[in-house]
């Protein structure tokens, strides 16, 4: 269906709207549906299904083919309004799933460039990045991700070419009297959401309420900007876009209304379909009761072969789970899985601390009433298990006080439970960026990042082995009871000899703070690992994150640039964060400011190593780069660090 209008609608887009769009769907037909569909988005029964269960990622999005005008022109700040609603059910083949839920979205695009198939609603790259186009989200979010700082697992938010919420709201509806009433999105139930764009105020009113219930006077989530005349372009698709990962989830619209010139029209929900998991309280037809009745004679006999392989299947789950040889060659201490079950509570949702592409930690409490962190990791073979187990026996051998520490593991089946000591304070994003709950001064700023100074200096210089963590950002830098500051997250981590050459055939970690070797080599080597922590050097100094969003593409700011080019200026100390004013030297924040460009010099070859990184920060006995020679290396000058370092004049020739 989209190849045989897609020439029809690309010549609508090319012309200028001249009359309003207005338009109400009740239900959906496959045969002329009149919207597009992109990527896995259908009409299935009547609705709009947007992403399918048997791709293991999926995306979908559906748009109206027609631009809504939103500017006079593309540099104007005026807007235009619009009014919608629309009927939408998110329902999880297990209710216990985690999963994303689904937005309404106006875009300049239909095909976002470089969306992730299964992460961020199908239209970002990821959470550093910032899209590429004008585009402006309202999620309704039924999973929570601290990393984006999402309030609950059933939200609403308002998301500016962004994944975190500029604003939130919890799910629900205020009813006569004025009382809140939760509304859960990811129950299967029809939840009835209008939407009004005032252009005039900048001011986006979201409502949502079960389907029946009439439209509350007041709306669930009310946010006013004009910034938000920076993410509307002159015209833009409306539709709605959802995603998922290997939790299946039905992300369904069953009915929408839209309107630019007034309120949108009464969608007529009486004949609506309704979905649920199936449920024992279903009344049973005649044919059904036949069926039952035939079927008893049948149900004897299948009983006892069902009782058989319920026995045979616990005894080789029993057999499974039994430690084998192998595993008593590793350390640290195996812990059992009812004891780690009992620690947090069965994995509790509020027991939650975070959730990843390695799988989701929790916070525990065993029997000494010792704090702990519970990562559960799958496994596909036992192949693979058992060589991970060898990776992550090595990893536990790693002792240092500015690393998370690893207490133990446990194994079931082939899921791993890797079991870390509990940081309180999170993770150090969380203190320097935005508008934070507690500002974390200079002075704490300094101690952590000598902290994970001597923490990577040990990885790569301090144990029997090289460990290349792959993934130093500063949400990977985890905060202790005093606040300081431990490398955490090995899930990425390689090992080597200290004579090995690493090798390796994908790039991972975080966009941002790769190295940009990476992009043509794909090898990732301490040097890599000290351009990471450099970038997060400067996001410390700087309160600002590798990458800035701007209103448009080319207005994204790089903050290895920015800082750059203000050395060259002459003005380095302006880069440093306004919060911090008065709470440094200028000289001792230039000498931060300048390793950290050092640190991130293009030529891996030139950068410091973590050695002399911590004679910086820390102020070791080990000699530290001069001063002249870091101001070379700021600038990116094409020096060898080594050979000047060498030739360095000692005191005595001064």
């Given at each position: 269906m989209t190849c045989r209008y897609s020439l029809y609608f690309f010549l609508i887009c090319l012309l200028p709207p001249c009359f309003a769009i207005n338009f109400l769907f009740n239900s959906f037909n496959s045969t002329d549906p009149g919207v597009i569909f992109i990527n896995d988005a259908r009409v299935d029964s009547s609705v709009l299904l947007l992403t399918n269960d048997s791709n293991q990622y999926s995306l979908g999005r559906v748009f109206y083919p027609t631009r809504v005008p939103m500017k006079q022109t593309q540099n104007s700040t005026a807007l235009s309004s619009f009014s919608t609603?629309?009927?939408?059910?998110?329902?999880?083949?297990?209710?216990?799933?985690?999963?994303?839920?689904?937005?309404?979205?106006?875009?300049?695009?239909?095909?976002?460039?470089?969306?992730?198939?299964?992460?961020?609603?199908?239209?970002?790259?990821?959470?550093?990045?910032?899209?590429?186009?004008?585009?402006?989200?309202?999620?309704?979010d039924t999973g929570q991700n601290t990393e984006f700082n999402d309030p609950n697992g059933n939200h609403i938010g308002i998301d500016l070419n962004n994944i975190e919420s500029d604003e939130t709201a919890s799910a629900g509806y205020y009813n006569s009297s004025g009382g809140f009433v939760p509304v859960i999105m990811n129950t299967g139930q029809n939840v009835h959401a209008w939407i009004d764009f005032d252009g005039s105020e900048f001011e986006i009113n979201v409502t949502v309420a079960p389907m029946g219930v009439s439209r509350p006077s007041l709306p669930t989530l009310s946010y006013r900007n004009p910034a938000i005349a920076n993410y509307v372009s002159a015209e833009m698709f409306v539709g709605f876009s959802a995603s998922k990962t290997t939790w299946n989830e039905a992300q369904r619209i069953l009915a929408w209304s839209f309107s630019d010139?007034?309120?949108?029209?009464?969608?007529?929900?009486t004949n609506l379909p309704v979905f649920n998991l199936p449920s024992s309280s279903d009344s049973l037809s005649a044919g059904v009761i036949a069926g039952i009745a035939i079927g008893c004679v049948v149900f004897l006999a299948i009983c006892g072969a069902a009782l058989y392989w319920f026995w045979l299947k616990n005894k080789l789950e029993d057999e499974e789970d039994e430690i084998e040889d192998w595993e008593l060659e590793y350390w640290p201490h195996r812990f059992s899985y009812e004891e780690l079950s009992q620690a947090t509570n069965n994995f509790s949702g509020d027991r939650l601390l975070g959730s990843g592409g390695f799988g989701k930690v929790y916070k525990g409490i065993i029997s000494n009433n010792t704090e702990i962190a519970v990562k559960c990791v799958n496994h596909d073979s036992k192949q693979g298990l058992r060589e991970f187990m060898a990776e992550i026996s090595s990893m536990g051998r790693l002792q240092h006080k500015n690393l998370v520490q690893m207490r133990g593991w446990c194994r079931k089946a082939n899921e791993l439970l890797l079991v870390y000591d509990y940081m309180p304070n999170a993770s150090l994003d969380r203190y320097i960026f935005n508008v934070p709950k507690k500002l974390m001064n200079w002075q704490q700023r300094r101690q952590v990042l000598s902290d994970v100074a001597e923490g990577l200096n040990y990885l790569h210089h301090g144990w029997d082995q090289v460990v290349i963590h792959r993934d130093i950002k500063s949400s990977n830098i985890l905060l202790d009871s005093e606040m300081r500051g431990r490398v955490g997250d090995f899930g990425l981590a390689k090992l080597y000899s200290h004579n090995e050459v690493p090798n390796t055939t994908r790039v991972v970690g975080t966009l941002g703070y790769l190295a940009p070797e990476l992009a043509t080599t794909a090898v990732a080597t301490a040097a890599s690992d000290v351009y990471s922590f450099g970038v997060v050097i400067l996001e410390v100094a700087c309160g600002k994150r590798p990458i800035q969003r701007g209103s448009h593409e080319e207005e994204d700011m790089v903050l290895i640039e920015c800082v750059r080019d203000l050395y060259v200026e002459g003005t380095l100390v302006e880069a440093a964060d306004v919060r911090l004013k008065g709470e440094?030297?200028?000289e001792e924040m230039e000498t931060v400011l300048k390793l950290g460009l050092a640190c991130c010099h293009p030529d891996p070859e030139k950068r410091p190593s973590m050695k002399e990184v911590v004679a910086v920060l820390v102020g070791e006995d080990v000699a530290a780069p001069p001063m002249e020679l870091l101001t070379e290396l700021a600038r990116g000058g094409?020096?060898?660090?080594?050979?000047?370092?060498?030739?360095?004049?000692g005191e005595d020739e001064k």
């Open positions: 609603s629309f009927v939408f059910s998110v329902l999880p083949e297990i209710a216990s799933s985690p999963g994303f839920g689904l937005t309404f979205v106006l875009s300049n695009w239909t095909n976002p460039p470089n969306a992730i198939a299964g992460q961020y609603f199908g239209l970002f790259t990821n959470a550093t990045v910032p899209f590429q186009a004008p585009l402006l989200v309202v999620e309704f010139t007034g309120t949108a029209r009464e969608i007529n929900t440094y030297g200028v094409e020096i060898n660090f080594n050979e000047a370092m060498e030739s360095t004049p």
